[in-house]
């Protein structure tokens, strides 16, 4: 059906879109060019209508183009290594003006409200401070960077906080340290860490490309992380394109649901990848590659793998290949994007209806995201239907993940014959069960 008004279809289109954002946080990165290019004032338009549709913003914004221009104008030519500049005294106060006009710019924005405004009748609240702390990058190969930095961490309570709020968080390439130093910092990074920290649903990176493309010049609409991460290697490593590859690849691995790459110069990007069914850029994510299955014998490296670090520390018996062999049947893992991230075992002993929870173990990058509970769970899954009325483990390290799930201390008395003859007195580990009710 044709109609006078498109935007009314795109309209109704858009619906599930809004309500799945409502009340979700996005992290979005402009870059310096886009302001110093004219497109600040759409790009703060479609800021304001994401905050009125209830989304969470925190907005980091970039100012090398900037930068570069004040410079130039004064006659500094910046030292250069390792893809970044050397933020020496004159250089870093440069780079505080800069940024302290900018963030103003954006802010007085954000505030317009007159009569025939995209904004008339909003208020907004931005907010910034010292939100992200950094560290100096130091000496490296002989050159001492001075007050160029690295992000240390991010204030991610106070900002949630201030989120809830209401307010929009306004971040620049600016950090903070516990001396009270000042360093700058690389936009893209910052952006990272903010989505990491507060554990955002988007990170959406704006910079010059349109996304990423394959050798033929086709989009490449959605990649794994493993995926993306090869075109690093066709990119100098200062470029745009690959700071914003290794900031969408890292939060995809550290727990951000999505992260987009969209160019500025498309007036329609932001809100074109975010409420239509195809999006318009290149989104990297690596969720639906995530699956708990059982393990198979082509897993045995990737086991192996896992678990060494933990049996070189004492955490867990070390297993050969062999056994795992053998025992492969018991297993289950969490295969992420071709890797095996986390494993459980359950040996069962049948005539004594209980079964051992064994070899729980979750790689060090993936912790903290519940997957030890999800194994447990299906691990007693199993068992009960098995017709098993109890598990046990034993552990030397980590006896409190068991009390806090359900587990109880026992005595070696408890556990089945044959688990009572192999017990290691020399480990002294202790003994836990757990019944299935």
């Given amino acids: 059906m044709d109609t006078r008004f498109p935007f ?10 809004i309500n799945a954002h409502r009340g979700r946080t996005f992290v979005i990165l402009i870059e310096g060019e886009a302001m110093a290019r004219g497109r600040g004032e759409q790009l703060i338009q479609d800021l304001a209508l994401l905050h009125t549709l209830g989304v969470h913003l925190v907005v980091v914004f970039g100012i090398r183009p900037q930068v570069r221009q004040a410079l130039d104008e004064a006659g500094i030519v ?5 893809g970044r500049w050397v933020a020496d005294p004159p250089i870093m106060d440069v780079v505080e003006r800069i940024a302290a006009e900018q963030r103003m710019w954006l802010e007085a924005r954000l505030s317009l409200g007159l009569p025939n405004t995209p904004l008339h009748g909003m208020e907004l609240t931005a907010i910034s401070g010292n939100l992200v702390m950094a560290k100096p990058l130091g000496v490296r190969e002989g050159v001492d960077f001075h007050h160029s930095g690295e992000v240390r961490r991010v204030r991610s309570r106070v900002i949630q906080g201030l989120l809830e709020k209401g307010s929009l968080v306004v971040l ?14 690389d936009a893209a990074e910052v952006a990272q860490h903010a989505a990491v920290a507060l554990s955002a649903d988007k990170l959406i990176l704006l910079g010059e490309a349109s996304g990423l493309f394959d050798q033929s010049g086709q989009m490449q609409r959605q990649l794994t992380p493993a995926e993306a991460e090869p075109l690093l290697s066709q990119a100098e490593t200062a470029d745009e394109t690959a700071r914003h590859l290794r900031a969408a690849c890292a939060a995809a691995r550290h727990g951000v649901g999505r992260t987009h790459l969209l160019s500025w110069h498309d007036h329609d990007a932001l809100l074109g990848e975010l409420f239509t069914r195809d999006g318009v850029g290149t989104m990297i994510t690596q969720h639906r590659y995530e699956q708990l299955r059982p393990a198979e014998l082509g897993d045995i490296g990737g086991l192996l793998e896992l678990l060494d670090p933990l049996e070189r520390c004492g955490m867990l018996v070390p297993r050969s290949r062999e056994r795992l062999e053998h025992e492969i049947d018991d297993y289950l893992v969490i295969e992420r994007d071709g890797m095996i991230i986390g494993c459980a075992a359950l040996h069962a002993f049948a005539d004594a209806e209980m079964a051992e929870l064994a070899c729980v173990a979750v790689h060090d990058d993936y912790r903290g995201g519940a997957r030890g509970e999800l194994l ?12 098993l009325s109890a598990l046990f483990a034993l552990t030397t ?10 587990f109880g201390l026992a005595d070696i008395a408890d556990l089945p014959p044959l688990k009572r003859d192999t017990y290691s007195y020399a480990r002294k580990s202790k003994i836990l069960v757990k019944p299935l009710g």
Avoid at 78 to 82: K, T, V
Avoid at 376 to 387: D, H, M, Q, S, V
Wanted: negative net charge.
């Fill in 8 to 17: 009314v279809d795109w309209f109704r289109n858009s619906s599930p879109y």
């Fill in 78 to 82: 910046p030292e250069r290594h390792q």
């Fill in 172 to 185: 620049p390439p600016l950090g903070f340290s516990s001396t009270g130093e000042v360093f700058d910092l």
């Fill in 376 to 387: 447990l769970a299906e691990i007693e899954r199993r068992a009960r239907r098995l017709g």
């Fill in 397 to 406: 390290h980590t006896a409190h993940w068991f009390f806090e799930h359900g």
